[in-house]
């Protein structure tokens, strides 16, 4: 039996990248995944590209369509997910947005985007979660995408980096107020990873001015990287899963660096 046999989990932003590595791992541990993502049919793609992968670790997958700033969806997310597992004990708030501007030309609408999806999407995730872990009174675990950003500010990049930090503020929010009901709430900070975002994120600095060639944003971002490389989703998933089984249940409140000693704090 692996490590997440027999629990019931929700990942947002599972369509791709770092989100669905999550989702696979988690399988591969047993456990019951709901892929979830505002795109929904790439989450139901993804949910039936893993459907042997579920059989071969014993458990079971699903797909569910959110925009996770809108509260009915993330409620009606939850469930479709209890629905067909029959509850839930671990839930990722990893769907997230950025875009980039130079500081003197971010806008209202740029910085109402990132932190609605960024800081009120994970407000709302770990509510409605909480309520529903509450309301079968069997706890469960929350855990939150943070970022390198979120401890540090980077050049092109302030509104997510102020919506990176709120989600540090509101896993420690979160951890006080949810110990009562013991619900633990942990997050993770990632940095350079090769995903679909990376890439968007380069073709976007190139736009505003801030790169000059392709890859070079990148190259940048990653010089200091202790490790001497930028990461890959699979990189991240040894603790995703950590934070979601057993092995982590006397910790509340942390947020663990994956960053490969790129910010050390």
């Avoid at 049919?41 to 590209?49: D, G, S, T, V, Y």
């Avoid at 700033?69 to 947005?97: C, P, Y």
């Avoid at 900070?189 to 976007?204: F, H, I, N, R, Y």
Wanted: glycine letters at 12%; a negative charge; charged letters at 20%.
């Amino acid at each position: 039996m692996g490590r997440m046999s027999g629990r019931s989990c929700i990942v947002t932003g599972a369509a791709q990248g770092i989100g669905r590595a999550i989702g696979e791992a988690l399988l591969d541990e047993g456990g019951d995944v709901c892929f979830a993502d505002i795109d929904g049919p790439a989450a139901e793609r993804a949910a039936a590209e893993n459907r042997d992968r579920a059989g071969e670790g014993g458990g079971n997958v699903t797909w569910s369509e959110v925009d996770v700033t809108k509260r009915d969806q993330v409620r009606e997310m939850i469930a479709k997910t209890v629905s067909e597992f029959g509850k839930l004990d671990v839930k990722f708030n990893n769907a997230g947005i950025n875009k980039p501007m130079n500081l003197l030309d971010v806008t209202e609408e740029n910085w109402h985007a990132i932190m609605t999806v960024n800081g009120l999407g994970v407000l709302i995730g770990m509510q409605e979660a909480a309520k529903q872990m509450i309301a079968q009174g069997t706890g469960g675990k929350i855990i939150n995408t943070a970022s390198i950003a979120s401890r540090q500010g980077f050049d092109n990049v302030a509104p997510y980096c102020a919506s990176k930090s709120a989600v540090v503020s509101l896993t420690q929010s979160g951890a006080r107020d949810l110990a009562k009901h013991n619900i633990t709430v942990t997050g993770f900070a990632p940095g350079v990873v090769a995903t679909e975002m990376w890439s968007q994120l380069d073709k976007d600095l190139m736009e505003i001015g801030a790169s000059e060639r392709e890859g070079q944003a990148m190259a940048e971002f990653s010089a200091d990287i202790l490790r001497g490389r930028v990461a890959t989703p699979r990189d991240i998933t040894g603790t995703t899963t950590f934070l979601a089984a057993k092995d982590s249940d006397y910790m509340t409140g942390q947020i663990v660096m994956i960053d490969g000693g790129m910010v050390l704090v």
